[in-house]
C-alpha cells in the first residue's frame, strides 16, 4: 500500500447545502458576486474586477456560437452571410476574436497572449493599457465541436512585473503562483464559468432566460480522493514503466486500492470539471513521443491548477507543483496531473521518487 494514501472515500462533491438556493426574486449575479468580492480587498481599484466581467461577456458570445456550431454549414448559405461578406471561421479561431475583441479597450490589459497565436498579442495603440495580463486558449477540446461533445475556455491573469506600459515576455513568463485569477468555462449541457481570485473557487452557471451567469457552486470543494480516472490509454506503449506502474496502481490492479472508473471526454475542460465535482483524477503524462506531454502549462495547466488548489486538490508534473513551475516560453508544454489531493499525491510519490532513484524497480517497490 502507498504509504499515507488513503482508499477513496464516497465523498459527495459540492455539499447541497453549499449550493445557492434562489429565489424568484433573488439571485446573484456574477457581477454581483465580482464587486462583493472586490470590496474584501479596499486598495482594489475595481480593474480586476471590469477583467472579470468583460471574459464573462466575450465566455456569453463564445456559449451562443457554440450552440449553433451544428448549423454552421446551413447558415453559411444563407444570403444574410453573403452580402455581410462574413465567412463561416473555424469555432477556435472565432473564439479567439471574440476575446481579444472583449478585452483589448478596456485599459485593463498591457498584453494578452493565446494558444492560437504565436506571440505576444499587443493592446493597439489607440486604446489605454493597464496593469495586467490575460492568456487563454480560447476554445479547449476544439476536435470535439463536430461531434457535439462539450468543449470549454481556460484563462489564467498574472500582473504586470515590468516596466512600462506594453506587456513584455517577462511578464507572460510567470509561475502559476502568481496568478491574481484564474478560470475556465464550459459549454456542455449548461453553460458554467468557473473562477478564483484565490479567495476560493466559485461557479456559475448561465441562465439562457436571463443572459446572465447566475451564483450555483459557491465555494467548491473537491474531494480528497476521487471515483474518476481521465487519461488516453492509448498512450499506453509510449509511457515510461514508472507511469504504466502508476496507471495499474490507479485501476487498483497492484491490489494496493480500490480501482478508479475511468472517464475520458477528450477535452480538458470537461474532463476537469467533472473531477473538481466527483472527485477523481485527469493524467497527460510524458511519453517517449511527446517528452513533455502536450498540455500547456500557461493557459491550461497553470490556471486549472490555481483554481484545483483553491477547491482542496492539487496538481503536479509529475516531479513539481504546477504552481511552481517557472516557465520559459509562451506555449511551454507540461506533464499534467490534476485533481483530488490523495490521487495526485500518488504520482508525485511513484513518479517524483523513481527520479530520484533512477530506477523503475525501485518504484515498484514503492508501488507494490
Ligand atoms: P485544444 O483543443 O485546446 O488543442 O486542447 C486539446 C487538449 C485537451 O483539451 C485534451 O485533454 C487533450 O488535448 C486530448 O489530447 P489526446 O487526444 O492526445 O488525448
Ligand atoms: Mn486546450
Ligand atoms: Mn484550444
Not at 149 to 160: A, D, E, H, L, Q
Not at 218 to 223: A, K, L, Q, S, V
Request: charged share 20%; hydrophobic share 40%.
Amino acid at each position: 500500500m502507498l504509504a499515507g494514501i488513503p482508499r477513496p472515500a464516497s465523498v459527495p462533491v459540492t455539499r447541497i447545502s453549499d449550493v445557492v438556493k434562489h429565489t424568484a426574486t433573488s439571485v446573484v449575479t456574477i457581477e454581483r458576486f465580482i464587486i462583493e468580492q472586490e470590496k474584501l480587498h479596499p486598495a482594489a481599484t475595481g480593474e480586476l474586477s471590469g477583467l472579470l466581467y468583460d471574459l464573462a461577456l466575450a465566455a456569453k458570445m463564445i456559449a451562443n456560437k457554440v450552440r449553433s456550431a451544428g448549423l454552421a454549414d446551413i447558415l453559411g448559405a444563407t444570403d444574410l452571410e453573403n452580402v455581410q461578406g462574413e465567412r463561416q471561421q473555424k469555432l477556435d479561431v472565432l473564439a479567439n476574436e471574440i476575446i481579444i475583441k472583449a478585452l483589448d479597450h478596456g485599459g485593463r490589459l498591457c498584453a494578452m497572449a493565446s494558444e492560437e497565436e504565436p506571440g505576444i498579442i499587443d493592446i493597439p495603440p489607440n486604446f489605454p493599457c493597464g496593469k495586467y495580463c490575460l492568456l487563454f486558449d480560447p476554445l479547449d477540446g476544439s476536435s470535439n465541436i463536430d461531434v457535439n461533445v462539450p468543449v470549454g475556455t481556460i484563462f489564467s491573469v498574472v500582473r504586470k512585473i515590468t516596466p512600462g506600459s506594453r506587456g513584455e515576455m517577462e511578464d507572460m513568463l510567470q509561475r502559476g503562483r502568481q496568478q491574481v485569477a484564474a478560470g475556465y468555462v464550459i459549454y456542455g449541457s449548461s453553460t458554467m464559468l468557473v473562477y478564483t481570485t484565490g479567495q476560493g473557487a466559485h461557479g456559475f452557471t448561465l441562465d439562457p432566460s436571463l443572459g446572465e451567469f447566475l451564483l450555483s457552486h459557491p465555494n467548491i470543494r473537491t474531494p480528497d480522493a476521487g471515483r474518476y480516472l481521465s487519461v488516453n490509454d492509448s498512450y499506453y506503449t509510449q509511457w515510461e514503466p514508472n507511469v504504466k506502474n502508476l496507471m495499474s496502481y490507479y485501476r487498483g490492479q497492484d491490489g494496493n486500492r480500490q480501482p478508479m472508473s475511468t472517464r475520458y471526454v477528450g477535452s480538458l475542460v470537461a474532463d476537469f470539471h467533472r473531477n473538481l465535482l466527483g472527485g477523481g483524477l485527469f493524467a497527460y503524462p510524458a511519453n517517449r513521443r511527446n517528452k513533455r506531454g502536450k498540455l500547456r502549462l500557461l493557459y491550461e495547466a497553470s490556471p486549472l491548477a490555481f483554481i484545483v488548489e483553491q477547491a482542496g486538490g492539487a496538481a503536479s508534473d509529475g516531479q513539481q507543483r504546477i504552481l511552481d513551475i517557472q516557465p520559459t516560453e509562451l506555449h511551454q508544454r507540461t506533464p499534467l496531473f490534476i485533481g483530488s489531493a490523495n490521487d495526485v499525491d500518488a504520482a508525485r510519490k511513484m513518479l517524483g521518487d523513481a527520479k530520484s532513484a533512477s530506477s523503475v524497480s525501485a518504484v515498484g517497490s514503492v508501488g507494490a
